[in-house]
């Protein structure tokens, strides 16, 4: 079965080496199983998107979206630049950060991202509009508290982490940090999906209902 026919993913991140530090093995399982991964990136400059590209070469992501701005420089003026990315993709879902995570670049990212799923779904402003069925939050810095899915990541760790270093700089520039957080996190959240490593998600649902979403009218609930 091709991507097309099981869907497609789009990755909207903050920063260049968020998409592996927090779905780097959801990605890749995903690319393994042919589905289509495209990953948009909000900031960057030329060090840092060359190591972006390395890495998602790695994750096997489809389709790479680069900016080039300043890690700080991310408001609502970027969710025309999200809306065109999902109009582009077309993706079944989008995976981005959580809201709830320290970092409030990331934060920001997240409403970002929820507001453009909606916008770009608008029949009446865009001929091409595009609904995204739900949005996977996933953690980096901070844990969610109450996950409502784990994926499990442990044939694609190891991918996983080669990308992460790819991002040479901020490996080096923290020490490692990031890497030995990727490790014990995704061993924690293996343990509890019961298997060697696993990567955690919330999901967000569209909020709006009515004559725009024809696919949230129903005649029934089960």
């Known amino acids: 079965m091709s991507g097309s026919d099981e869907g497609k993913i789009l990755v909207v991140v903050a920063h260049p080496d968020?998409?592996?530090?927090?779905?780097?093995g959801t990605i890749r399982r995903h690319a393994d199983e042919g589905i289509v991964v495209d990953i948009h990136c909000m900031t960057g400059n030329e060090e840092r998107n060359e190591e972006?590209?390395?890495?998602?070469?790695i994750l096997g992501a489809h389709n790479l979206y680069l900016s080039e701005r300043d890690d700080f420089a991310i408001g609502e003026e970027l969710i025309n630049e999200v809306v065109g990315a999902i109009l582009k993709s077309r993706p079944t879902i989008v995976i981005t950060h959580h809201e709830d995570d320290y970092n409030r670049n990331h934060q920001q990212c997240a409403l970002i991202v929820k507001q453009a799923v909606e916008w770009?779904?608008?029949?009446?402003?865009f001929d091409d509009a595009h609904r995204v069925e739900r949005i996977y939050n996933m953690e980096i810095n901070t844990m969610i508290s109450h996950p409502h899915v784990l994926v499990d990541i442990s044939a694609s760790y190891d991918a996983a982490l080669a990308a992460l270093k790819k991002h040479k700089s901020q490996v080096k520039k923290a020490d490692s940090f990031y890497t030995q957080l990727y490790d014990a996190r995704t061993r924690l959240r293996g343990v509890q999906a019961k298997c060697?490593?696993?990567?955690a998600f919330a999901i967000t649902l569209p909020e709006h209902a009515g004559p725009f979403y024809e696919k949230n009218s129903v005649d029934r609930l089960i």
């Open 18 to 24: 968020d998409e592996s530090i927090g779905a780097g």
């Open 120 to 125: 770009a779904s608008h029949k009446t402003v």
């Open 52 to 57: 972006l590209k390395a890495a998602c070469g």
């Open 196 to 199: 060697k490593r696993a990567e």
